[in-house]
């Protein structure tokens, strides 16, 4: 475990210091605190009575130098805070430091996403005793009433239409609950920001003391989902998404939500929706991530996964996926605010229960918005068709405003508690990185074939799909030799040019590796290898090699490319289902993810047989 994580975990558990003013302390390592509340520094030096502080390598702090901290209770509450970083950027009169909270469930995971930043850590008993010009939340709850310094509380999601059965008030987001904003009478925040007015609204209704310390900014989480939608192709470009319909599933965490009550969805979503026209995503909130485990999460998922389910990572990559997103199936959770921000399609998949807050804008959503009635390419065309533009703009309206604006409205209040001018440049948020998820492809496919003339519509599923079908196609040297035995088409990519052999290496041909396949697995009737995207050399077990090119299909101003894996299962059917022996070359028209890619088949040149893999 790296030290500052481990620094972290430990102090999390520590005991919490806090001595009063005019007290002369003795710190555990054997330091005295100074009377005036100044407190000497571990290296012997004494912090300057005027407020300035001095650095770890003893230089000190000029007037104009802040320290500004971070507390962090979970990994969403961090993920929120480092969305507000742009705020100081540039600005070298700022010293960054971050702490974790002690007490949440859910804190574990905040340890990785601290060390992933690269952030400096503050442990909280250390945290506790000192003083801070500023410092940031993103939850009111945890004793962060030990923290000195003015206190900035943003929100720890968007919406707050979610209440916590058995804590705090009952039917009220701790985000807007007196419980937490004023525990024994005394205000947690100095400033409280909100997203949208009538936020500000529903807590001055509960609280006015509370409410008079909120100032509406807008939403900073939302700034950077909106700064990036300009890269939706580079981000579906990295999902390896294609010309497919990215449909996400978003679920929140505890017992109502969709993973908890539905935790075979996204395989089942998998086993009906073609794989060459849906690409599946799951957005787990980092709560569910920090009860389960990262690993264990992963596994439980393995066989979606290995399906092609693109599991996305809870910091950024999950905005990101929303960005790149076609269509979103939700529960309650307010992950499906921002893909409402961006116009994405809804589908309700929420069954009701004891959270869903009665009369908040989600709720009133979720009772008219279309839902996912059943499992099925069907199902989900039929929701999609009563998608509602108005309603979904509605829904983000209730919940962000100041849209564009939030950055440099957040900026101009912790500046206020500052001192200081802002940084004269503009404040703008950061575009999101694009998703790093591994994408996997099945290696090995069940295939539905439909076959007409020269035309042949195929749908490929994954291979644990037990519908009937008319082949199974397996990736040689990827696909367990289970599937391999029992695959009509076996196929390989070629791996690597000549050019990049070592000497003395060996390598197949193309013409070669099929000719032996096609001897060591006798229920293969088609060997195939792709070349290129375009172009596929392919040996039939009546013993002819056949070369084949795929042209792409024109959609507008853009080229698709179909995977050639699929076009040789169209052509695995068009074989099986002629008579005689076609006349080269053949033209045949194959129906992937509903449109039309030409191949030609034509006898392969030599060239093509001696093609190095």
């Given at each position: 475990?790296?030290?500052d994580?481990?620094?972290?975990l430990n102090?999390?558990?520590?005991?919490?210091?806090?001595?009063?003013?005019?007290?002369?302390?003795?710190?555990?390592?054997?330091?005295?605190?100074t009377?005036?509340?100044?407190?000497a520094?571990?290296?012997?030096?004494?912090?300057?009575?005027?407020?300035?502080?001095?650095?770890?390598?003893g230089?000190r702090?000029?007037g104009d130098?802040r320290?500004v901290?971070f507390?962090?209770?979970s990994?969403?509450?961090?993920?929120?805070l480092l969305d507000?970083?742009?705020?100081?950027?540039g600005?070298?009169?700022i010293s960054?430091?971050?702490t974790?909270v002690?007490?949440?469930d859910?804190?574990?995971?905040?340890?990785?996403a601290?060390?992933?930043?690269g952030?400096?850590?503050?442990?909280w008993?250390?945290?506790?005793?000192?003083s801070?010009?500023?410092v940031?939340?993103?939850?009111?709850?945890?004793?962060i009433?030990?923290l000195?310094?003015?206190?900035v509380?943003l929100p720890?999601?968007?919406?707050?239409?979610k209440?916590v059965?058995?804590?705090?008030?009952?039917?009220v987001p701790?985000?807007?609950?007196p419980a937490?904003?004023?525990?024994?009478?005394?205000a947690?925040?100095?400033?409280?920001?909100?997203?949208?007015?009538?936020?500000l609204t529903?807590?001055?209704?509960?609280?006015?003391?509370?409410a008079a310390?909120?100032?509406?900014?807008?939403?900073?989480?939302?700034?950077?989902?909106l700064a990036?939608?300009?890269?939706?192709?580079?981000?579906r470009?990295?999902?390896?998404?294609?010309?497919?319909?990215?449909?996400?599933?978003?679920?929140?965490?505890?017992?109502?939500?969709l993973?908890?009550?539905h935790?075979?969805?996204p395989?089942?979503?998998?086993?009906?929706?073609?794989?060459d026209?849906?690409?599946?995503?799951?957005?787990?909130?980092?709560?569910?991530?920090?009860?389960?485990?990262?690993?264990?999460?992963?596994?439980?998922?393995s066989p979606a996964?290995?399906?092609g389910?693109?599991?996305?990572?809870?910091?950024?990559?999950?905005?990101?996926?929303?960005?790149a997103?076609?269509?979103?199936i939700?529960d309650?959770?307010?992950?499906?605010?921002?893909?409402?921000?961006?116009?994405?399609?809804?589908?309700?998949?929420?069954d009701g229960g004891e959270?869903?807050?009665?009369?908040?804008?989600?709720?009133?959503?979720?009772e008219?918005?279309p839902h996912l009635?059943?499992?099925?390419?069907?199902?989900?065309?039929?929701?999609?068709a009563?998608?509602?533009p108005?309603?979904?703009?509605a829904?983000?309206?209730?919940?962000?405003a100041?849209?564009?604006?939030?950055?440099?409205r957040?900026?101009?209040?912790?500046y206020?508690?500052l001192?200081?001018?802002?940084?004269?440049?503009?404040?703008?948020?950061?575009?999101?990185?694009?998703?790093?998820?591994a994408t996997?492809?099945?290696?090995?496919?069940?295939?539905?074939?439909?076959?007409?003339?020269?035309?042949?519509?195929?749908?490929?599923?994954?291979?644990?799909?037990?519908?009937?079908?008319?082949?199974?196609?397996?990736?040689?040297?990827?696909a367990g030799?289970?599937?391999v035995?029992?695959s009509?088409?076996?196929y390989?990519r070629a791996?690597r040019?000549?050019?990049a052999l070592?000497a003395m290496?060996?390598a197949?041909?193309?013409?070669?590796?099929?000719?032996d396949?096609?001897d060591d697995y006798?229920?293969?009737?088609?060997?195939?290898?792709?070349?290129?995207?375009?172009r596929?050399?392919?040996?039939?077990?009546?013993?002819?090699?056949?070369?084949?090119?795929?042209s792409?299909?024109?959609?507008?101003?853009r080229?698709?490319?179909?995977?050639?894996a699929?076009?040789l299962?169209a052509?695995?059917?068009?074989?099986g289902?002629?008579?005689?022996?076609?006349?080269?070359?053949?033209?045949v028209?194959?129906?992937v993810?509903?449109?039309?890619?030409?191949a030609v088949?034509?006898?392969?040149t030599?060239?093509?047989?001696?093609?190095?893999?």
């Amino acid at each position: 475990m790296p030290a500052d994580e481990e620094t972290l975990l430990n102090c999390a558990n520590g005991v919490q210091d806090t001595p009063g003013a005019g007290r002369i302390k003795q710190s555990g390592d054997g330091r005295r605190a100074t009377g005036d509340g100044r407190r000497a520094t571990g290296d012997g030096r004494r912090a300057t009575g005027d407020g300035r502080r001095a650095t770890g390598d003893g230089r000190r702090a000029t007037g104009d130098g802040r320290e500004v901290l971070f507390a962090a209770r979970s990994a969403t509450a961090l993920h929120r805070l480092l969305d507000v970083l742009p705020v100081f950027a540039g600005d070298d009169r700022i010293s960054r430091r971050f702490t974790l909270v002690p007490g949440s469930d859910f804190s574990i995971e905040a340890l990785t996403a601290v060390e992933r930043a690269g952030a400096r850590t503050v442990p909280w008993e250390e945290a506790c005793r000192r003083s801070y010009d500023l410092v940031l939340l993103a939850s009111p709850k945890g004793d962060i009433g030990l923290l000195r310094g003015p206190r900035v509380l943003l929100p720890h999601g968007a919406g707050f239409g979610k209440t916590v059965r058995g804590e705090g008030s009952p039917s009220v987001p701790s985000g807007l609950d007196p419980a937490f904003l004023l525990p024994h009478g005394r205000a947690v925040a100095s400033v409280h920001a909100l997203a949208h007015p009538s936020q500000l609204t529903r807590l001055a209704s509960v609280s006015p003391q509370a409410a008079a310390r909120a100032r509406v900014v807008g939403d900073p989480t939302l700034e950077r989902v909106l700064a990036s939608r300009s890269h939706r192709d580079h981000y579906r470009a990295a999902l390896a998404t294609g010309g497919r319909k990215l449909i996400v599933l978003t679920s929140t965490w505890g017992p109502e939500s969709l993973l908890r009550r539905h935790p075979t969805w996204p395989a089942e979503l998998l086993a009906v929706l073609p794989y060459d026209a849906y690409q599946v995503a799951l957005i787990v909130h980092p709560n569910e991530r920090s009860r389960l485990g990262t690993f264990d999460l992963a596994e439980s998922l393995s066989p979606a996964r290995d399906a092609g389910l693109v599991l996305a990572d809870a910091y950024e990559e999950w905005a990101a996926v929303l960005v790149a997103a076609d269509a979103v199936i939700t529960d309650h959770g307010s992950t499906a605010l921002y893909a409402a921000a961006l116009g994405r399609p809804l589908i309700g998949a929420y069954d009701g229960g004891e959270e869903l807050i009665p009369g908040s804008p989600m709720a009133e959503f979720l009772e008219r918005c279309p839902h996912l009635t059943e499992l099925s390419p069907k199902g989900l065309e039929d929701a999609l068709a009563r998608h509602r533009p108005d309603a979904v703009k509605a829904l983000a309206d209730s919940a962000f405003a100041e849209r564009g604006n939030a950055l440099e409205r957040l900026r101009s209040e912790v500046y206020r508690l500052l001192d200081l001018a802002p940084p004269a440049v503009p404040v703008h948020a950061r575009v999101l990185p694009p998703p790093r998820a591994a994408t996997r492809v099945p290696a090995a496919f069940v295939v539905r074939a439909w076959c007409d003339g020269s035309h042949v519509r195929v749908e490929r599923f994954p291979a644990f799909t037990d519908a009937p079908a008319h082949h199974m196609a397996a990736e040689y040297g990827v696909a367990g030799e289970r599937h391999v035995q029992s695959s009509g088409l076996l196929y390989r990519r070629a791996a690597r040019p000549a050019s990049a052999l070592p000497a003395m290496a060996m390598a197949w041909t193309a013409a070669g590796w099929t000719a032996d396949v096609l001897d060591d697995y006798p229920g293969c009737r088609t060997a195939a290898v792709v070349l290129s995207p375009s172009r596929c050399l392919v040996r039939l077990r009546s013993g002819a090699s056949l070369a084949v090119r795929i042209s792409p299909y024109r959609d507008g101003g853009r080229l698709l490319h179909a995977d050639p894996a699929a076009v040789l299962s169209a052509l695995h059917a068009w074989w099986g289902s002629r008579a005689g022996t076609a006349a080269w070359p053949a033209a045949v028209t194959c129906v992937v993810g509903g449109r039309p890619f030409q191949a030609v088949v034509s006898p392969a040149t030599a060239a093509e047989e001696q093609a190095l893999l």
